[in-house]
């Protein structure tokens, strides 16, 4: 069964963030941000399998207020996000936006979980 060993969680966080915008010259600027999740809505099913009865109950049976528990961060779960962010523009109407970002978070509970991510992220950008 292709889904055994899946993880599933879903999350939706308040975040404390802090941003420092450092401006190079009038065509560049580089933004860094931290933050940090203090509160979060987490679902997560009780095991690492995707059971006949946990789908039943997500798509049929409120599964997402089932499952979900209100948590504050350092307590059977920690996340951080930081991101790093360019702004050049290359003319009054187009410029380039880059970023790189880090996601992480850890969940005890049933069993542990961390993740990390990286995405980096691209935008050439027009202004009508």
């Known amino acids: 069964d292709f889904f055994d060993g899946q993880s599933y969680e879903f999350m ?3 975040n404390v963030d802090y941003q420092k915008l450092i401006r190079i010259s009038d065509r560049f600027a580089l933004a860094a941000q931290i933050s940090l999740p203090l509160v979060a809505y987490i679902h997560r ?9 946990f789908l039943d109950d ?15 961060n350092f307590s059977d ?4 996000h930081g991101r790093l962010q360019g702004d050049l523009k290359l003319s009054s109407r ?9 996601q992480y978070y850890t969940i005890s509970f049933p069993e542990r979980v961390s993740n990390v991510n990286y995405p980096v992220i691209c935008y050439v950008n027009y202004r009508f």
């Open 12 to 14: 939706a966080h308040w």
């Open 45 to 53: 099913k009780p095991s690492l399998t995707l059971e006949e009865e």
């Open 58 to 72: 997500f798509f049929h049976g409120g599964g997402l207020y089932k499952y979900g528990r209100w948590k504050t």
């Open 77 to 80: 779960w920690f996340g951080l």
């Open 94 to 102: 187009w410029s380039l936006t880059a970023s790189i970002e880090m």
